[in-house]
Structure formats: C-alpha cells, structure tokens
C-alpha cells in the first residue's frame, strides 16, 4: 500500500514538472543507463579477455615445461651413458669390484651434481649405491621399471621416491661389449630444481603427489611454505581449475608425470589471475573515465537541448490553454 502510494506521488509530481524538465531527466536517465551498461559489458568482457589469456599461457606454459624436461633427461642420460662407456667402470661392474663402482659412482655423481648414482647387475641387484636408501644388496622395484622400458626401447625417465624425496631417474645398459650390468642417476625434483624450470616457463611451479587420495605437496619454486593450502585446494583428479588461496585467485594445470613406482606425481603450474587482469583492469578504468567524462559533458549538452525543444511546445501549449479558456486574441506567431 506504502509502495503505490509513493509511486502515485511521484508520478504526480513528474506530471507536473516542465516539459522540459522531462526531456532532460529522461535523457540524463538515458546516459546514465548507457553508461552502467557499458561499464557491466567492459567488465564482462575484461575477465573472459584474462581468462583466455590465463588458459593459453598454462597450455604453452605445460608444453614448454614437458619439452624442459625432456631436455634435463636428456642431459642426465648423457651423463650416464659417458659413465657405463668408461673402461674401468666396465671392467669394475663386469668383474663385480663393488670398491672400484662405488669409487666412480661418487666421483661421477659430484661431478654432475646428480641426487642419486647406482649401478645395478643383470638381474636388478643393487650392487652400489650414492645413498642408504637404496641399499645394496638388494632389488630396487623403481629399478625393474625402467630396466622394462629400457628393454622394450622406450623412454627411460620416470619419477620414483627415494625415501620421501622425488627424482628423476634414467637408466642406461653398461656393455662390455655384452651388457653386464645397469648404471641409475637421478636429480631431485625440490624446490631449487623448480625454480629452474619456473624461469624457463615463466610462472610457478609445483610438485604434488597422491597419497592414500590426497595430494601431498613436496617442493615449489616459490618454496613449500609459501602455498600451505595448494594441495588441500586440488581435485583428485588432478588436471586444471581455479584456486583461491591466501586472498589470491589462481588459475592453475596439472601436468601429470611418468613414475617408476606406481605413484601418482604432478606438476602444477600455477598462474595469477589478478595479474593477468591487470592491464584489462587498466584498459577498463580508462575507459570509465572517458565515459564519465562524456556524461559529465553531456549532462549541460542535454539541458540546453531538452531547453530548446520544449520551450516551443510549452509556448503553443499555452496558447492552447488560453484559446481552451475562451482567450481568442492569442497570436498564433
């Protein structure tokens, strides 16, 4: 009841104002709606504009990471393959000198700065090794893995944990000229080792893996401490979306790796949304400006025209209220 008696009043009241009051009220309404709109259609299309561009930099940020390390495998297997074509390392694996092979495995591993050096016999048994964690003596089952691929002539590099450390390992056959044995290096994926391939992709990279369905994060090149809630904030699955964390929208792809012992290892590159929206937020405040510079501008514009048009049709309605009244001497000019 309220309601439609304040909307009476107000139609009473602009009953009676100017006809030209009207046609500028109307038409600053006009402006003003077209400049609301123009401003919702800008930021509408400022966030889908960053959007794509967010989803196109993580595809081009995960095939550049793929090829990067792809090129680090290729670098370690080099390395190992230098190691198994040396003689004396032939000769120590052939004739098992367990002394000699731990000698050279810790000389080539510094060398190369490699996480992990293990020479292996026909059968898988370790027979030295650069860490306890890999004792000798014994089957390493992420070895038997790659000595598969390597078998079938496939693609050596997989992902396997050391203790609770993740690396990347290659595996090379040592012939003498017959194979007799296999040398393993590996280079951990931690938080230095990301920065380097960060700088490459230009944007955040991060290493998770799955354990018992959830994911774990292990290193990060802005360091593990830096994204305390990333690993609570992914899918199972794993592949692409969007992360709120610490006040900051990511955008965020999931690159799964190839591993050696079963496990489910990820990298994710993660990229900001906020600063990719950046410059369209700068295009967009520009923009408002211009426009609220045109409405100011237009505002007295609308007056002297909603002035112009009406002062005629007020004059002639006049007139025809006068004639109404019986006032027939009303020049018509």
């Known amino acids: 009841m309220m309601a439609a008696r304040q909307l009476l009043l107000l139609r009473q009241r602009w009953r009676n104002l100017a006809m030209g009051a009207r046609l500028f009220l109307f038409s600053t309404a ?3 709606a077209f400049l609301l709109l123009a401003i919702i259609f800008v930021s509408i299309a400022s966030y889908r504009f960053a959007g794509e561009r967010v989803s196109e930099e993580l595809a081009v940020g995960e095939r550049v990471f793929q090829q990067a390390l792809l090129q680090k495998q290729g670098l370690l297997r080099q390395s190992a393959q230098v190691l198994a074509a040396d003689f004396g390392f032939r000769e120590a694996l052939a004739t098992a000198d367990a002394d000699t092979i731990a000698s050279a495995l810790v000389n080539h591993g510094s060398r ?6 293990v020479a292996l016999d026909l059968n898988g048994r370790v ?49 003498a000229p017959l194979p007799v044995g296999w040398v393993m290096l590996g280079f951990e994926l931690d938080d230095a080792a990301l920065q380097e391939v960060s700088a490459v992709v230009e944007m955040d ?12 994060l292990y290193a990060s090149s802005v360091g593990v ?42 990298v994710v590159l993660t990229r900001s949304f906020d600063e990719a929206l950046a410059p369209y937020r700068q295009l967009r405040l520009l923009l408002v400006l211009l426009l609220c510079a045109g409405f100011v501008a237009a505002v007295p514009l609308s007056r002297l025209i909603a002035r ?17 009244r019986g006032q027939y001497d009303q020049p018509l000019g």
Do not use: C
Request: hydrophobic share 45%.
């Open 225 to 266: 401490s830096a994204l305390p809630g990333l690993a609570e904030g992914l899918p199972a699955d794993g592949t692409r979306g969007r992360l709120l964390l610490d006040g900051r929208d990511l955008r965020w792809q999931g690159v799964p790796l190839a591993t050696a012992d079963g496990s489910m290892v990820s």
């Open 127 to 175: 027979l030295a090794s650069t860490t306890p964690q890999v004792p000798v003596g014994e089957f390493y089952a992420a070895a038997d893995a790659l000595r598969v691929q390597a078998a079938s002539g496939g693609d050596t590099g997989a992902v396997a944990f050391v203790g609770n450390r993740p690396l990347e390992l290659v595996m090379v056959p040592v012939r």
């Open 308 to 324: 112009s048009f009406s002062r005629p049709l007020e004059q002639l309605t006049r007139k025809a209220e006068a004639i109404s």
């Open 30 to 32: 006009l402006l003003a």
């Open 205 to 216: 990279v991060s290493l998770l893996a799955q354990r018992d369905g959830q994911w774990l």
């Open 112 to 117: 190369i700065n490699a996480s992990l050096a």
